[in-house]
């Protein structure tokens, strides 16, 4: 063959695979021709002004702001107003009542074993799967990790390091943010650090000892941190402690402040060492925190009413980036996006075929085409927010109007001091985002539109609040487990925190 005819074959091979190539891409956008790797991370009681790019005056989390700078930024995204409710409707795609969770302790915070979960999902589709941190949806063995999609687990039990609860949600006992005994792969490890540093360390080896082998993984991050007790290391509180004023709480945003701050540093350090490897460009990094900030409210809350624990949009907006270099342009999304179209959206990406169950199961829409251009036409959506944490045992009809709202894109429909009867207050967002002026008077069309809504969903969850009247065991499973391993045994005062009778008042019940 001539060398001219050699390049002539050449050159329409190349052009045949070019086409090729776009083709794949038209049809199943990144799915078909990549599977990355996927790293989430996702912090407990972060807000989405405790972010120095937020605004914030005080706060400096230079690491953070440059993964957003890089990344896809969903402006309007929306979490539950607690830990365990939000976890649970990402790892699953639907709201945490349809998953039977209506509090953090209680039993209330289990995700139902009917569910279909992400990792399972992800694992199914050739990921390695494992979680470092906070898991905080059932600490009985059978709504574990390692029964719910993960290969590798590394985590504290209940929802945060030495939490001891009635029933079954609790950590070891006595364990702090400091050299804490955590679960690794069924087995206590006694540890030597801070938990936040512990956690990102463990979960880097684990990068490490995954990344040759030709699989893609999963990544689930979760730092207990920077939720309370206010426990930073010292040196990082010591950053904050003369900018936070000299208040009642100064200590407590210093610390929580400071938190932040090992964070931020922690996430620099993973992908430094993400692009040392040579994983950057094949990396799905996703960075959000579980509901509307704790102390941080005190010093900025990026114009917003209220926070975690809250049906207000301080309650729940919240920090959502999405960075894959190799796919993905840095960009903001302003459509109205949520937690529930997290499972969707990585299933997609990751190919997975979901069965026609678990497409039955979930509510959220894939942000893949938003993900890929942001000026996606978006087609209005209407959310539900409930805080739940109603007594036990209680009927839950008689709280079906407490601290809820209904959201479309322009307008937030709430009720806070409701019960069985509604107390609806109209916000129009497009005027309004602190939620200042109630105008329900004024749209009275919209509040029964929205409210009409509000009444269907309610109905559609009642049947799915299966842990209403669960009773736990007598020990928690994770201080029976570390008593097992280590001996010893229950104190007469810990028989009684874990005594799945005793009764708690709402609220002496600490919101995780
Ligand atoms: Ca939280």
Known sequence: MSLARFIVLFQRACALLFLAGSALFAAAPAAATTRPNIIFILTDDQGYGDLSAHGNPILKTPHLDALRAQSVRFNDFHVSPTCAPTRSALYTGRHEFKNGITHTILERERLTLDATTLAQVLKKAGYATGIFGKWHLGDEPAYQPPARGYDETYIHGGGGLGQSYPGSCGDVPGNTYF???????????????????????????????????????????????????????????????????????????????????????????????????????????????????????????????AQKGTPWLGGTRAISFWRWPEHFAPADVEALTAHIDFFPTLAEIAGAKLDERTRAQVEGRSLLPLLQNPKTPWDDRTLFTHVGRWPKFSDPGLAKFKNCSVREPRWHLVSIEGGS???????????????????????????????????????????????????????????????????????????????????????RAKKS
């Open 421 to 507: 009867a509604p107390a609806w207050q109209l916000f129009d967002l497009s005027t309004d985002r602190g939620e200042l002026r109630n105008i329900a008077a004024q749209h009275p069309e919209v509040v029964q539109r929205l409210a009409r809504r509000y009444d269907a969903w309610w109905d559609s969850v009642k049947p799915q609040l299966v842990n209403e009247n669960a009773v736990g065991p007598r020990l928690n499973p994770f201080a029976e487990l570390y008593w097992k391993q280590f001996g010893g045994g229950p104190t007469p005062a810990q028989l009684h925190t874990m005594d799945p009778h005793r009764k708690m008042e709402e609220g």
């Open 179 to 305: 050299n804490p005994t955590l679960l690794h792969n069924g087995t206590f490890k006694k540890t030597e650090g801070f938990c936040t540093d512990l956690f990102f360390a463990q979960a880097t080896r684990w990068i490490e000892s995954r990344k040759d082998s030709g699989q893609p993984f999963f990544v689930t991050l979760t730092p207990n941190a920077p939720h309370s007790p206010y426990t930073a290391r010292p040196a990082d509180a010591a950053l904050y402690r003369d900018k936070v004023g000299d208040g009642p709480d100064a200590a407590a945003v210093a610390n929580f402040y400071g938190m932040l701050h090992n964070i931020d540093e922690n996430v620099g350090l993973l992908l430094a060492q993400l692009e040392a490897w040579g994983l950057s460009r094949n990396t799905l990094v996703i960075f959000m925190n579980d509901n509307g900030t704790a102390a941080g409210a005190k010093i900025f809350n990026a114009g917003m009413r």
